[in-house]
């Protein structure tokens, strides 16, 4: 069994930042794309920001110069380093892993956390 466990959520002011880390654990054989997407009350989720395994980066247009996607591939971890943030940031963030295990390929998700920014 694959996990996909994210950390790092809370509850912040506006223009503060927020660092979320997401680790895969589990029998995993090797993970392609990471990224992060988020979905606010009442609303579809979307995405975020992506990272290819060989560190090429993709982000949604309100996250551009904002946030910063990265992963530690000895560690099986992605990060969001978040900045300037605003309350409409406010969204549970989940994280998501393109696996190959031993016996299939498929795409994990975690389990969501908060981030609430306050005006």
């Known amino acids: 069994q694959v996990q996909l466990v994210e950390s790092g959520g809370g509850l912040v002011q506006a223009g503060g930042s927020l660092r979320l880390s997401c680790a895969a654990s589990?029998?995993?054989?090797?993970?392609?794309?990471m990224g992060w997407y988020r979905q606010a009350p009442g609303k579809q989720r979307e995405l975020v920001a992506t990272v290819t395994s060989g560190g090429v980066t993709n982000y949604e247009d309100s996250a551009k110069g904002r946030f910063t996607i990265s992963r530690d591939n000895a560690k099986n971890t992605v990060y969001l380093q978040m900045t300037s943030l605003k309350p409409e940031d406010t969204a549970v963030y989940y994280c998501n892993a393109d696996i190959t295990t031993g016996w299939a390929r498929r795409v994990h998700w975690g389990q969501g956390t908060q981030v609430t920014v306050s005006s």
């Open positions: 589990g029998n995993i054989f090797s993970i392609n794309a």
